[in-house]
T-cell receptor, first 114, second 113 residues
C-alpha cells in the first residue's frame, strides 16, 4: 500500500541553524500538508500546498518557514533560523483531493533544537 | 471555527475489555470527523471517518464510532481490547472551508494483560 515517507526520523540542531525536513507524498496525490505536534500538545496545522503554491497557512507558519516541491516527488519544509520552541514532531500528509478528503500521514520527523 | 476535545489523555483497559475513547467536536456546519491511530515510531493511520452518511461508522481492527449530533460527540469504541491496540489515538475534524484538519490532543491507550 502506498505510504507517505519522511526523512530524517530525528533531527537535532542548534538554535539559529537552518533545517530542511523532507517528505515524499503518495505519488498520485495533489495536496500536501505539514503539521506539527509539540510534546503534550495538539497536532497543529502549518501549511497546505497545491499546484506548486501555498493554498493555506496558519499563524504558526511565519517568515521563518517555507515549503517547496523541488521535483515531482519531494515536498520539503524549511525552517530558516530555528528557535527552541520549534522543537516538535513534524508530520507531512497528502491527499488526492482537497477539502475534507482523508489525509494520509507520514511517520513524522522529531526536531530537537538545542 | 472547528475544534475537537478528547477527554482523557491516558486510558487503561484490561485485555478483552471494552475500549471507549471520547471525542467531542465543535462545528457550525455538519462536520467530517476522523479517528487516527499512531503506533510507536509510525505515522498517523486512518481508523475510520464520518462523512455525513451512516451515523455508526465501522473502521479497521474492529473499531467503530458513532456520530451523535445532539451530544456533538464521535466516541471510538471496540468491544474487546487486544494487546496490539496499545497506541495513541487522535480525533480530528476537517475544516468547513479549506483543507486543514483540526486535531485533539490525543489519547494514549494502554492494554493490561
Amino acid at each position: 500500500e502506498p505510504e507517505v515517507t519522511q526523512t530524517p526520523s530525528h533531527q537535532v540542531t542548534q538554535m539559529g541553524q537552518e533545517v530542511i525536513l523532507r517528505c515524499v507524498p503518495i505519488s498520485n496525490h495533489l495536496y500536501f500538508y505539514w503539521y506539527r505536534q509539540i510534546l503534550g500538545q495538539k497536532v497543529e496545522f502549518l501549511v497546505s500546498f497545491y499546484n506548486n503554491e501555498i493554498s493555506e497557512k496558519s499563524e504558526i507558519f511565519d517568515d521563518q518557514f517555507s515549503v517547496e516541491r523541488p521535483d515531482g516527488s519531494n515536498f520539503t519544509l524549511k525552517i530558516r533560523s530555528t528557535k527552541l520552541e520549534d522543537s516538535a514532531m513534524y508530520f507531512c500528509a497528502s491527499t488526492l483531493q482537497g477539502s475534507r478528503d482523508t489525509q494520509y500521514f507520514g511517520p513524522g520527523t522529531r526536531l530537537t533544537v538545542l | 471555527a472547528q475544534s475537537v476535545t478528547q477527554l482523557g489523555s491516558h486510558v487503561s483497559v484490561s485485555e478483552g475489555a471494552l475500549v471507549l475513547l471520547r471525542c467531542n467536536y465543535s462545528s457550525s456546519v455538519p462536520p467530517y470527523l476522523f479517528w487516527y491511530v499512531q503506533y510507536p515510531n509510525q505515522g498517523l493511520q486512518l481508523l475510520l471517518k464520518y462523512t455525513s452518511a451512516a451515523t455508526l461508522v465501522k473502521g479497521i481492527n474492529g473499531f467503530e464510532a458513532e456520530f451523535k449530533k445532539s451530544e456533538t460527540s464521535f466516541h471510538l469504541t471496540k468491544p474487546s481490547a487486544h494487546m496490539s491496540d496499545a497506541a495513541e489515538y487522535f480525533c480530528a475534524v476537517s475544516a468547513n472551508t479549506g483543507n486543514q484538519f483540526y486535531f485533539g490532543t490525543g489519547t494514549s491507550l494502554t492494554v493490561i494483560p
